[in-house]
């Protein structure tokens, strides 16, 4: 905001120096920050205080013959994938990435866990939050706790783990992290094919999600509201395997086997500085769904969505771009929420610059008892309302 002071950064590096900041830090607000890459996720808020955490970087154990590393919340996520690589294993979370090229691969694990991130490859193993064993945080009072994995303390009776993913920092600092992996496959392999429209793209995504060639990942692409829906699925294993896997799929649902991926497959549309819209639903209504954004991009002038809508619909989470306009986004998001109620989903606004997340709803309404247990655990673990604070309404 305009005049307000920039908040001080401090960049401690143990996890005792951390509990320290925190427990000095005099009733004055505090937000963690990692790799910088989710700046611009979440509810915005300028805090007195920011706590660098990247300096707590250190890979602490990885056990390879267990599938298990211990690591400190700071280690970026592609420092840890090429340390893993180096015993053919790897942590299965996707690094998201854009159509204009961009690429967060400067992410933290702990920044991971804090916004509960996942990609195409969660049809078959999962958000990072199941790849979680234990966790250890810094509480707002400097509290250290830990949970799971390695460890034999628990707090408050919580599983530390799934509170804190997808918490954006409300709750605690993430400070290291013990985690499971899986082996790199030795072989993968894509099925693509065109389907005329929505219907028969559901048709294949849910022919493709549900056999027995099991999958790593089921994406779909469309560039505009009446071009065809690419669909493609991600098929990792033995190189025997995956060949008679992907020859088997796409002759079930008339597609072709390619070696590699399709240009869209992964990405998000746009870029990282601009405006995405995440959609999550039921599977089942994944044609209405399309219809929905296609309702929202003629239904009011000049929002600016993007025709691209894309994402992993075999578990019914989509993504759209929209120009980065307060006046664009929340037109956009008020005809989306209220169409996709209806099916029972929801619409988050994942990113957009600060001045857009402090003028529209970011997350959309909760019901009125998920957002009150939300607000009493909030209550438990930052008393006092240090932290980031929830920007959950009541429907």
């Known amino acids: 905001m305009p005049g307000q002071a920039a908040p001080e950064v401090v960049t401690p590096d143990t996890v005792e120096a951390v509990s320290t900041v925190l427990r000095d830090a005099d009733g004055r607000t505090v937000t963690p920050r990692g790799g910088g890459t989710k700046d611009r996720w979440g509810t915005p808020r300028r805090p007195d205080l920011t706590v660098d955490l990247s300096r707590l970087d250190r890979i ?15 280690v970026r996520l592609d420092t840890l994938d090429a340390e893993l690589a180096r015993a053919g294993q790897q942590l299965a979370v996707d690094t998201p990435s854009y159509d204009n090229g961009a690429v967060l691969d400067a992410g933290t694990v702990g920044g991971a866990l804090a916004v509960g991130l996942a990609g195409p490859r969660r049809l078959r193993y999962g958000t990072v939050r199941d790849l979680l064993l234990g966790v250890r945080m810094v509480r707002a009072d400097g509290t250290v706790a830990t949970s799971g994995g390695r460890v034999v303390k628990n707090v408050a009776g919580y599983d530390l783990g799934k509170l804190l993913c997808g918490s954006y920092g409300t709750l605690g600092l993430i400070v290291e992290a013990t985690l499971r992996l899986h082996p790199v496959p030795a072989a993968t392999a894509w099925v693509e094919v065109d389907a005329p429209g929505p219907a028969q793209a559901y048709a294949a995504v849910r022919a493709l999600a549900g056999s027995q060639h099991a999958p790593s990942a089921v994406e779909i692409d469309r560039a505009g509201a009446d071009a065809p829906v690419a669909v493609a ?25 390619r070696p590699s991926a399709p240009e869209w497959f992964g990405r998000w549309p746009g870029g990282p500085d601009g ?4 959609l999550t639903f039921p599977p089942a209504a994944l044609a209405d769904v399309i219809g929905v954004i296609d309702a929202a ?28 306009e307060v006046e664009v986004v929340a037109a956009a998001l008020a005809i989306l929420r209220k169409s996709i109620a209806a099916y029972g989903g929801y619409a988050v606004l994942r990113h957009a610059p600060e001045a857009v997340r ?38």
């Open 233 to 257: 699925a991600l098929f990792e294993g033995t190189a025997g395997g995956v060949a008679a896997r992907a020859e088997a799929a796409a002759a079930m649902v008339g597609g072709t086997v």
């Open 358 to 395: 402090a003028a529209v709803d970011v997350w959309g309404p909760m019901p009125a008892g998920a957002l009150e247990l939300m607000h009493r655990v909030k209550d438990q673990f930052d008393p006092q309302h240090r932290l980031p604070q929830m920007g959950w309404r009541h429907e």
């Open 60 to 74: 602490i154990d990885h056990a390879a013959g267990d599938m298990v590393v211990q690591v400190q919340a700071g």
């Open 297 to 324: 991009g003629s239904e009011v002038a000049g929002t600016g969505a993007s025709p691209v809508v894309r994402g992993s619909a075999a578990v019914a989470r989509l993504h759209i771009a929209l120009d980065p």
């Open 275 to 278: 405006a995405l819209v995440e």
